[in-house]
């Protein structure tokens, strides 16, 4: 049995989750044996990307739970679901109007 995410054959775990995503996973996971250089780039590069699609880490998270609740539904049900958190309102700026002549 084969997966397909797209027209894209996933053929390991690691391959479907890379798809799904859309990056590869040692972008988020680092390689054994990386330097502190290569970790520094590798970083801001998922800062970037965070930056650019803030959204891919809710829908890692959805995938996540999916492929968790699919395989090993008893692992959700150890604990409790989490409320959404409430946002934080902040107040409209409110401009002073300065009337006056410029000097």
């Known amino acids: ?35 502190e250089e290569e970790r520094a780039a590798r970083l801001d590069a998922a800062a970037d990307i965070l930056a650019d699609d803030p959204a891919i880490v809710d829908r890692t998270t959805r995938l996540a739970v999916e492929s968790i609740g699919a395989t090993m539904p ?13 946002p934080v309102r902040v107040p409209p700026v409110r401009r002073r109007v300065v009337k006056g002549v410029a000097a």
Request: no cysteine.
């Open 1 to 35: 049995m084969h997966t397909y995410v797209g027209p894209h054959r996933a053929e390991t775990t690691d391959d479907f989750l890379e798809l799904a995503i859309g990056t590869p996973l040692a972008l988020w996971l680092g390689e054994d044996g990386e330097s």
């Open 74 to 86: 008893d692992l959700l049900r150890l604990a409790p679901p989490v409320a959404a958190p409430t």
